[in-house]
């Protein structure tokens, strides 16, 4: 088997690491830059850098930001192949376009503007401060682009980081923090900057929430772990799960409709927490949208298909056994089986018996709007539409089956009025119009990139902004010139 020219220089790459680090790769503790064996020795190794980056020049902070933009871009490929390989989850080259946008397009020191108030008493000015030392706890599915991301933003606000990553993707996120290291330590910038215990596990979490040097937590992941900050005692920003609803009326672009659709809704095998979970379609488009989307790569799922995809990709509930039960057959269905979350289309119809091309992006079946594929986070690329009547009932369903979480909401329509009425009744921190979901954190639209949308405390698409306090200076009867 001959060896790319690519994967030559990667393997170059690491073994290169392991000798400077000393490691395996398996062992990252005290061997690789800014991991440790416990909560305490992160935390303390993190503030100490903290007070160093506080006290540098913003030109020299903005420094450092460019050293880890150019070194996650650097690594994009390499780490999006090790988070795909170790999760068993996404897609490599999509992967790679989420590392390299958190790189490129999260805002930098740009996005802590001051503000100030003058008048006949004088000057008063706010500005913006770090916390500290950030407890930031990081997903599975978006596990590489997630730590550039936070990582960029936190430390453009003057902050440090101890990285509470998911167990399932600790070899990718915590190549990820030492990449990051590496790049500020070579830039100038204090040692530890950001850290992560390299043994994570539930127990470590939990003493990174208690422990009192952390002066604000940052949760991006499922509800459990959101309620568990939020119940923490402690300033919590919570990033956490959607299901986008994406609804097409009778005035949408049907065409563009069905290629964002499937573009947006197959993105790393619909991992993203903002990618369609959903179509709620008006009737007397519908056969022309499933056309369409045919057209671009998607599968059309039959009866007995869909019966054979629920009982694979979906949990039976347990509390339903009881014989005689008389509960509509979705009800049986508990929850989701991990084991296909993030998996590739053809594997999961193949489980089922199916042969389709290895290259179909997107799985979809007609449903009606009880049904479990859409009221649960499936976060595969499975996508059930919804036929309705009229606009009214698309609306009345899509707020209904985004649940509240006021994540992300999706709608392809020509018309002013109803694209008003659905964006004012769904409440999401995100709401696209006629294009893929990705659009909304600044892939193919417009604004800037965050991989933490936190809507459940509010921040929204978090910057560096969200990662400071407020602090007022007031000098009184000067300095106002007018
Ligand atoms: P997950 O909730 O299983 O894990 C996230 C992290 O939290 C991991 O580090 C995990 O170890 C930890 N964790 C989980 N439960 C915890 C608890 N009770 N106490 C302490 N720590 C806990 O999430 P995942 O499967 O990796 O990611 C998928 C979920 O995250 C989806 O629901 C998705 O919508 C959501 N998500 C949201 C955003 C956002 O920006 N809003 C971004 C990415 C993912």
Same mark, same amino acid.
């Given at each position: ?36 064996? *416990? +909560?305490?020795?992160?935390? #303390?190794? =993190?503030?100490?850098?903290?007070? !160093?980056?506080?006290?540098?020049? &913003? $030109? /020299? ?102 990285? *509470? +990553?998911?167990?399932?993707? #600790?070899? =990718?996120?915590?190549?990820?923090? !030492?990449?990051?290291?590496?790049? &500020? $330590? /070579? ?110 790569? =998607? ?184």
């Amino acid at each position: 088997m001959a060896i790319e020219a690519y994967q030559i220089e990667k393997i170059v790459e690491e073994v290169m690491r392991k000798m400077v680090s000393g490691g395996s790769g398996d062992s990252f503790a005290g061997k690789a830059k800014g991991i440790f064996e *416990s +909560v305490d020795e992160a935390v #303390k190794a =993190a503030k100490a850098a903290q007070k !160093e980056l506080v006290a540098m020049r &913003i $030109e /020299k902070r903005e420094m450092l930001l460019k050293a880890m933009r150019e070194a996650a871009i650097a690594h994009a490929e390499e780490l999006a192949r090790l988070a795909v390989e170790e999760t068993g989850m996404g897609r490599v080259t999509d992967k790679i376009i989420k590392n390299r946008v958190a790189a490129e397009k999260t805002p930098g020191t740009e996005n802590l503007q001051p503000s100030a108030v003058t008048g006949d008493r004088g000057l008063t000015l706010i500005e913006r401060a770090p916390y500290g030392v950030i407890g930031a706890i990081t997903p599975s599915t978006n596990p590489c682009a997630t730590v550039i991301n936070n990582s960029i933003s936190m430390v453009a606000a003057g902050n440090s980081v101890v990285f *509470s +990553v998911h167990p399932g993707a #600790k070899k =990718a996120s915590l190549l990820t923090v !030492e990449i990051l290291n590496e790049a &500020i $330590e /070579k830039a100038g910038g204090p040692a530890n900057v950001l850290t992560a215990v390299a043994s994570p596990s539930l127990e470590n979490t939990n003493a990174l929430m208690k422990h009192p040097d952390i002066k604000l937590l940052v949760a991006t992941g499922g509800p459990g772990l959101v309620k568990a900050v939020l119940s923490s005692g402690k300033k919590a920003i919570g990033a956490g799960a959607g299901n986008p609803p994406a609804l097409v009326d009778e005035t949408a672009d049907l065409e563009r409709a069905a290629k964002s659709i499937v573009a947006g809704a197959s993105f790393d095998n619909n991992l993203p927490c903002i990618a369609e979970k959903e179509v709620i379609v008006v009737d007397y488009v519908a056969n022309q949208l499933i056309s369409y989307m045919k057209q671009n790569g =998607a599968y059309l799922a039959n009866d007995r298909e869909i019966k054979a995809l629920m009982d694979l990709v979906l949990t039976k509930n347990e509390n339903l056994k009881a014989e005689g039960c008389t509960v509509k057959p979705e009800k049986l269905y508990g929850g989701i089986n991990k084991e296909y979350v993030g998996k590739d289309a053809a594997y999961i119809m193949k489980k089922i018996g199916v042969d389709i091309p290895e290259d179909t992006k997107l799985i979809i079946c007609e449903v009606d709007e009880d049904h479990p594929f859409v009221l649960e986070e499936l976060m595969m690329p499975i996508l059930p539409i919804v036929r309705v009547p009229n606009v009214q009932k698309a609306i009345e369903v899509g707020v209904r089956v985004e649940h509240g979480n006021r994540h992300t909401a999706v709608m392809h329509s020509q018309n002013i009025d109803n694209l008003s009425a659905f964006a004012r009744a769904v409440q999401t921190t995100i709401f696209v119009k006629n294009g893929p979901s990705y659009a909304g954190i600044g892939i193919g639209g417009e604004g800037y990139t965050t991989f933490t949308i936190a809507g459940p405390t509010g921040e929204g698409l978090t910057a560096a902004s969200s990662f400071t306090r407020q602090r007022r200076c007031v000098l009184v009867d000067g300095f106002s010139i007018v």
